[in-house]
T-cell receptor, first 116, second 115 residues
């Protein structure tokens, strides 16, 4: 079974440009999460999809970030326009939808974003 | 707000020895979940072990075990018989689980296992 995949693995852009990150969750996983780790700091939650709906987007830093999950399959995270502080590693994770508590979240390899 | 603290940025251990990674957290909730995730160099993050707060028995997975002290809000990870493949970044994480199952992470501990 394929794991969570993310594309691209690395992205280097200039301040003011737009970047779109993609995440393909494990097939059948209705939960999809985005996290970000800025260099040397903790991994921070950005948002959570259940199928195509945004369940929790409390971690989105500002309106330059737009996440979508059309059809409840893959998800994209667009940053427009990118700023220097957006640099970091963006992780995607997925898990099945179950009752009674959180199931294990399976993480992708991350996308390393560098904004110059 | 819930927070997770890992006070050891780096640790090292010799192969076959035992090492303990510390984690403390802060929450006002009574029911929650705690996790240790491992991220080997250039590889994906994987779950090592999880603990439900309502369970008093410490979780164990082969060479990995936790010391869960609910009153002290402490959740340390013990790795026995350390192996070179245990070299990785270890993250402690918390999930409230009721309103949202988002993970709240600590800053991580980089563990190096030496031969």
């Amino acid at each position: 079974e394929a794991g969570v995949t993310q594309f691209p693995s690395h992205s280097v852009i200039e301040k003011g440009q737009t970047v779109t990150l993609r995440c393909d969750p494990i097939s059948g996983h209705d939960n999809l999460y985005w996290y970000r780790r800025v260099m040397g700091k903790e991994i921070k939650f950005l948002l959570h999809f259940v199928k195509e709906s945004k369940q929790d987007e409390s971690g989105m830093p500002n309106n330059r970030f737009l996440a979508e999950r059309t059809g409840g399959t893959y998800s994209t995270l667009k940053v427009q326009p990118a700023e220097l502080e957006d640099s970091g590693v963006y992780f995607c994770a997925s898990s099945p939808l179950i009752a009674g508590g959180p199931d294990t979240q399976y993480f992708g390899p991350g996308t390393r974003l560098t904004v110059l | 707000a819930q927070t997770v603290t890992q006070s050891q940025p780096e640790m090292s251990v010799q192969e076959a020895e035992t090492v303990t990674l510390s984690c403390t957290y802060d929450t006002s909730e009574n029911n929650y979940y705690l996790f240790w995730y491992k991220q080997p160099p250039s590889r994906q993050m994987i779950l090592v072990i999880r603990q439900e707060a309502y369970k008093q028995q410490n979780a164990t997975e082969n060479r990995f075990s936790v010391n869960f002290q609910k009153a002290a809000k402490s959740f340390s990870l013990k790795i026995s018989d350390s192996q070179l493949g245990d070299t990785a970044m270890y993250f402690c994480a918390f999930s409230e689980s009721y309103n949202t199952d988002k993970l709240i992470f600590g800053t991580g501990t980089r563990l190096q296992v030496f031969p």
